[in-house]
């Protein structure tokens, strides 16, 4: 059987890869374009690739592109102020001779841009760019940025680097890990005789010591990455959530997602729900539940459980829970509007007005109790 070459040709989990970081993207444009006090948002794909892989498939340069002059259209001709950096250091695998930066913008030219979106074009190591970056964002009056980081292996990246990226407080990390290719080694980084290569051991160090834990399987290695990167990104209180692609031949990838903005965490897991509700074939997606398997699932059980450990629970606690367990508002609302109906669960005011909806929701204006009645 003939392999095609990831490096030239779009396979199917990075396209999957590619529609998640596009819907993403899109749905970040919309909530920025809506929030008075950002006044510059940066986007930033600091190993961007060739622009267009074989057989025209775009790559996430163009898709970034495109997706900001659709925004653009279809926001009555208007756009944030974007800046936008792409920044490769290789040279292309499909046109001999010609840097991947350049086909980048070779292609990037000839999709229409608003005049107040900027793309620069970089061919730096991405060590050396990433600081550029998170400094200008930094420094930027009232600015947003998004990171894009989808490296072929996972050698220049290192948890160090994304806490950087994070600390401002103001930007969004999208990181991309080869899942099963670090676990294959991943059991043996404290042998002297480690094979997997230094930067695999640094990595895992840095985010366990140098004593870490036996992982059980590819699942359990993401699972046990996550919850180490919210322990070791807590203090600058960011949320951590992935998103599992598995391709076959069992390889599994993971996207990590980091921000320190719960909308955007929100943002995100509705970009995963949206994934899973379009479910492609060729990849499955772990650990994305599809809403009619809610009822299976724990949650209802989790949040009850949640509500009864106190007095009442306020909606800005529950949205919150709700959140960090996988679940988005509309699916919390369902499960107290069943709730409600069954007589299990209690409303009260607590702020002066009459209790109407459940305002499950981002920065909600009401102050809304839960009170359990009739546990499950
Ligand atoms: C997986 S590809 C990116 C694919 C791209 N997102 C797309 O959609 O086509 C990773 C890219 O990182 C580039 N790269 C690898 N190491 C780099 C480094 N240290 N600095 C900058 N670019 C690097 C490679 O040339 C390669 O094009």
Redesign the pocket.
Known sequence: MNQLDPKTHLLEH?EAK?KLYDTYLAKYLNILARTPYVERIFVF??????GI?RENAK???IMALETIKDHYYSNNRSCPNITVWF????QSEIEHGVL?IDRVKRFGEKIYRPQNVNVEFFQ????SIYPKAVQLVNSTYRAKGLF?I???GYK?IKPEDIRNMLEGNNTEVLLWLPASFMYRFANSVTRSDFKGGEPLREFIFSLFGSNPPTFKSVYDFIEQITGSFRAYLRELGIFVDTFTLERGGGNVYSLFFFTSHIKGYETMLATKWDMDENRGKGHTIDKTLSFSEIQLSAYPQKLMAFIASTEYRTNAEIYKFGLENGFLPKHTNNVLRKWKKEGRCELISLDGQPVRGNHIEYNSSRRVGFKVKQNL
């Open positions: 990075s590619l794909d600091l190993l961007c690739g060739e892989l790559g996430s340069p920044n490769d250091i290789g991947k730096e190591d991405y060590e894009f989808d490296p072929y220049a």
